[in-house]
């Protein structure tokens, strides 16, 4: 029963003190994401190129000739399927003009273009994708059998397990500014957008790669709960 109420008290203290507030920057992160597409949702281009003829203009710049775009449903649900080299655009973004809607859709283009040209920290990241899936689901169970039993092997196992999906977190990073840096680069080139509307579609990568380092922060929060716990429980 110690051990029950040793981890229930020692896992609250540590997520209030060191998750909640990533949770809170998190949401707020999300949040300015949703505010800054929907603003620039509002702001048509002066060219009138939908997002899926954006997304084609810079898959044509990198030479690339194998990537399809399609619809998919969903509100930002755009992503780039390496398995079948197809680009997927949201309802939102697929057939819109606005200059959001051409951000994003050259941002998943950026996808296609890492993966055409070999970018290496996208490699990393698929070397290591197998481990995170894994350690997600069995990280913290592990840790906390090991906790309850006090078998610190295990229960390191467990940390190690969730360490490899913080790494794949770690790695998304410079993936998903590269790519936002790449739609910006060719927009500019290519002139998708007029340097003003270039600044609005910046503003919009910008808020969305903000998710991305507040979920790391999440997580890189909920591994240092997890060690201070069982680092306690050896004590």
Do not use: W
């Not at 399809?68 to 398995?83: A, S, W």
């Not at 698929?126 to 906390?144: F, R």
């Amino acid at each position: 029963m110690g051990g029950y109420f040793d981890y229930y008290y020692l896992s609250n203290y540590y997520y209030i003190i060191l998750v909640l507030p990533m949770i809170v920057l998190s949401m707020i992160a999300s949040a300015k994401v949703n505010s800054s597409f929907k603003k620039y949702s509002k702001v048509l281009s002066s060219r009138r190129l939908t997002g899926a003829q954006a997304a084609f203009e810079v898959l044509r710049y990198y030479g690339i000739t194998n990537v399809k775009i399609e619809r998919v449903n969903g509100n930002l649900t755009d992503h780039f399927d390496p398995r079948t080299n197809v680009i997927r655009l949201s309802d939102n973004v697929y057939n819109s003009i606005s200059v959001a809607a051409i951000g994003v859709a050259c941002h998943e283009a950026g996808h296609a273009a890492q993966y055409a040209q070999g970018y290496v920290p996208i490699k990393m990241r698929n070397t290591v994708l197998p481990l995170a899936n894994l350690g997600s689901k069995l990280g913290i169970p592990l840790a906390i059998i090991g906790f309850f039993l006090g078998f610190t092997p295990l229960a390191y196992a467990g940390v190690i397990f969730f360490s490899f999906a913080v790494l794949f977190q770690l790695i998304t990073l410079p993936v998903e500014f590269n790519a936002s840096k790449r739609a910006i680069q060719v927009i500019g080139e290519t002139d998708i957008l007029s340097e003003q509307e270039k600044d609005g579609a910046k503003k919009v990568l910008s808020a969305a790669a903000m998710t991305y380092v507040a979920s790391l922060a999440v997580s890189v929060a909920s591994l240092l709960r997890l060690i201070l716990t069982v680092n306690r429980r050896r004590k």
